[in-house]
T-cell receptor, first 113, second 110 residues
Framework: DGGITQSPKYLFRKEGQNVTLSCEQN?????MYWYRQDPGQGLRLIYY???????QKGDIAEGYSVSREKKESFPLTVTSAQKNPTAFYLC????????????FGEGSRLTVL | GIQVEQSPPDLILQEGANSTLRCNFS?????LQWFHQNPWGQLINLFY???GTKQNGRLSATTVATERYSLLYISSSQTTDSGVYFC????????????FGDGTTLTVKP
């Protein structure tokens, strides 16, 4: 089935460790995105990528890094520089570039102890 | 950047009741979507509706782009409709970034 796969679904890490969240899509979508959601709030954009080997910072990029080496993959690294990394992370993609309809994965819940 | 306001923040209904959720935005938009976030956190696409009216079963949505608002209608609500409903927009001056409102939390009681 076509879709967006995020892994892992749940992740626990100690403070100071870098963590990489995986996002893979087989929808042949050009654009991919990472959002962060805190309890009781909406989604905030971390990074987005319109094409392979290119990505831009969103509204809250500090403490995060990404890569886009393949069209279907857009991993997110939460670095030790991120002050409050505990959150729900959602990956999305769209077919028509940055104005297209967004489709989301099931999310990854990161808890830093 | 563009501002998105959703109302009401919380809504409690009895099963079978109808409801209207509102999304106001502060600038012209290229894209507007409605999502339902289920209790497990997954975002389900409801409507892609930058303008006009669409219907899908018991749900319908209307966007009046010139007046900068969108409405989501839920008729004959069911307990499975419970969750958080988000509106997300891409402003014409927003370089393609989607901006989300804070959501409306809907609770449907049996």
């Amino acid at each position: 089935d076509g879709g967006i796969t995020q892994s892992p679904k749940y992740l626990f890490r100690k403070e100071g460790q870098n963590v990489t969240l995986s996002c893979e899509q087989n929808l042949n979508h050009d654009a991919m995105y990472w959002y962060r959601q805190d309890p009781g709030q909406g989604l905030r954009l971390i990074y987005y990528s319109q094409i392979v080997n290119d990505f831009q910072k969103g509204d809250i990029a500090e403490g995060y890094s990404v890569s886009r080496e393949k069209k279907e993959s857009f991993p997110l690294t939460v670095t030790s520089a991120q002050k409050n990394p505990t959150a729900f992370y959602l990956c999305a993609s769209s077919i028509q570039g940055l104005r297209g309809e967004l489709f989301f994965g099931e999310g990854s819940r990161l808890t830093v102890l | 950047g563009i501002q998105v306001e959703q109302s009401p923040p919380d809504l409690i209904l009895q099963e079978g009741a109808n409801s209207t959720l509102r999304c106001n935005f502060s600038d012209s938009v290229n894209n507007l979507q409605w999502f339902h976030q289920n209790p497990w956190g997954q975002l389900i696409n409801l409507f892609y509706i930058p303008s006009g009216t669409k219907q899908n079963g018991r749900l319908s949505a209307t966007t009046v782009a010139t007046e900068r608002y969108s409405l989501l209608y839920i008729s004959s609500s069911q307990t499975t409709d419970s969750g958080v409903y988000f509106c997300a927009v891409v402003g014409v001056t927003n370089a393609g970034k989607s901006t989300f409102g804070d959501g409306t939390t809907l609770t449907v009681k049996p």
